[in-house]
């Protein structure tokens, strides 16, 4: 029977070009998902850009324009980025579309009707020569704890997280005028009541979530969850439907994170699927959630409990595919720090599934990593170039040159059809526990085995001395060759694709390639090129 799986990846901000790291974490759910379809599941992966928050207001305040039209730029460049990486997004979107703001309000509506949500009174600064309210990130003032300059949410020198109660000094942002704090309402969320939920959550899912995302999420259960204020004095966001908070937005860690479901919704009724009965909790069905480690109480704590305020019979996160991150000199990269390496620039330099291929047998799937463009093109050279490249070019143009790619039926190594075998087994089942750097390292071994094979039968000598083993041995080459680009597709397809069209062979498929008959190949092209270290 076929299964349900449901791929969410995170949605990343509107303010800044994609880097590195972003590629790192959002790059398994791609993989996960290629992977599913392959094996003939129903799979729905969505993704988009988050457009609202302080940040991009304060930006457009700089800028001198509309916090739209910072987000719409961003979002369209997010778009094409995944596009040139060759994600397989079923719906790329944004939380600016109107789908996306209809539903949120609905979940909205349905949480405060099922008693989630309730009316607080607390004291937030205000700007009286501005007029208004003013959010964290619109503070300017002192930091408590190193004097140095700080807004109400960071300090920008000593970066420790603050809250806008603690801040010395403090002005308003866009006049500089001081701020006084004046009584305002807003609805909160109950997220305390979900606390043994959660624990029980955590425990159900003990081996299927990353180590450090369970470990992240007993911690912050550990502290006891405290409820959170669901709506913000914004002008740039998604309006709360309640009567007497007209002047209020849903806050955007609300909001975006239900992206997952609404952008779930909007794809399962394009393909015909009932959402709900899709996402019912069942054996049948999996749902897993790519992401980075700083986005972990999101997706291991708000997100269950906001599924349980809507009252959604949903299945729970099945999978945290939660990645670490990629530094640079052991540093974080940051857009403070000016030391991102952003993916646009990458693309332009390297072939994207070298990029692919590096930050999955390379990344930071269980502990930090640091990123270099030397060992990028060092991994890039002996894997891609001197392993898989090498075998499969050194095959087919041999029997291109000396046979006019015409490859006669024969016998295949018995031992390499239930070694080919044991890799679908086995990577599979890795990939399906979002295990991919062992699953892709599983993949090279096989690849590296056909190297041997070819190297130990010695083609080059049967071909004038016994023709019959020449056979069996090209013949089990080219076996090979074909489950090699079944084996590789989810991680480098653009690669996969172009070795099937060698060999004339029909879609990807998540099981052993069988061929049979002749076979006539077209002519070999070089896979990669090798990279000059001393270029980079």
Not at 205 to 212: A, M, Y
Not at 470 to 482: E, H, Q
Request: glycine share 6%.
């Amino acid at each position: 029977m076929k299964k349900n799986i449901f791929i969410g990846g995170a949605w990343p901000y509107a303010n800044y070009s994609l880097h590195i790291g972003h590629l790192a974490a959002l790059l398994p759910g791609d993989i996960i998902a290629r992977y599913y379809r392959g094996k003939g599941d129903n799979v729905v992966y969505v993704s988009g850009t988050d457009s609202h928050g302080t940040p991009i207001t304060v930006n457009a305040q700089k800028t001198g324009i509309t916090p739209k039209e910072i987000a719409t730029h961003y979002h369209d460049e997010f778009s094409k980025t995944f596009e040139s990486l060759n994600f397989s997004y079923d719906l790329y979107t944004s939380t600016m579309s109107s789908y996306h703001k209809q539903q949120v309000q609905e979940y909205f509506e349905k949480m405060l009707k099922n008693g989630f949500l309730y009316k607080k009174i607390e004291q937030q600064d205000f700007c009286n020569n501005c007029g208004k309210f003013i959010s964290d990130r619109e503070i300017i003032g002192t930091c408590p704890h190193c004097k140095g300059k700080s807004n109400g949410e960071q300090c920008d020198e000593c970066l420790v997280a603050l809250n806008a109660e603690d801040v010395l000094d403090k002005h308003c942002k866009n006049c500089n005028t001081p701020t006084v704090l004046k009584d305002n309402k807003h609805l909160y969320l109950k997220l305390s009541v979900f606390q043994k939920e959660l624990e029980k959550l955590i425990k159900d899912t003990e081996g299927l979530w990353r180590k450090e995302a369970t470990g992240e999420a007993r911690k912050f259960l550990s502290m006891g969850l405290i409820d959170r204020a669901a709506t913000r004095q914004l002008d740039w966001g998604i309006d709360v439907p309640v009567k007497g908070f007209e002047d209020k937005k849903i806050y955007v860690w609300i909001e975006a994170v239900l992206g997952y479901l609404t952008t779930g919704k909007a794809v399962s009724e394009q393909k015909g699927i009932n959402f709900d009965e899709y996402m019912k909790d069942s054996p049948q069905t999996l749902t897993y959630y790519v992401h980075g480690k700083d986005n972990i109480p999101f997706h291991a704590i708000i997100f269950p409990a906001l599924i349980k305020a809507i009252g959604l019979e949903y299945q729970l996160p099945k999978y945290i595919i939660s990645s670490s991150y990629v530094n640079s000199n052991d540093e974080k990269m940051s857009k403070s720090k000016g030391n991102l390496t952003t993916i646009n620039e990458l693309v332009k330099r390297y072939n994207v599934d070298t990029l692919r291929y590096y930050l999955i047998a390379n990344g930071p799937e269980k502990k930090d990593v640091n990123f270099s463009e030397n060992d990028l093109a060092l991994n890039h050279n002996k894997y891609l170039v001197g392993t898989l490249g090498n075998f499969i070019h050194r095959n087919l143009s041999f029997i291109f040159k000396r046979f006019n790619g015409i490859i006669t039926e024969a016998e295949i190594d018995k031992d390499i059809i239930k070694e080919t075998k044991r890799t679908y087994e086995e990577a599979g089942a890795l990939i399906e526990k979002g295990e991919l750097k062992s699953a892709i390292s599983l993949v090279m071994d096989y690849i590296s085995l056909g190297n041997k094979y070819y190297d130990t039968q010695q083609p080059w000598k049967l071909a004038t001395e016994n023709i019959e083993e020449f056979n069996k041995c090209v013949y089990t080459c080219v076996y090979m060759t074909a489950n090699i680009a079944n084996l590789i597709y989810p991680f480098i397809p653009a690669t996969s694709k172009k070795i099937k069209q060698m060999l004339r062979l029909s879609n990807f498929k998540w099981e052993e390639e069988m061929i049979k008959g002749n076979i006539n190949i077209d002519e070999p092209k070089i896979l990669f090129e090798r990279i000059n270290i001393k270029v980079i």
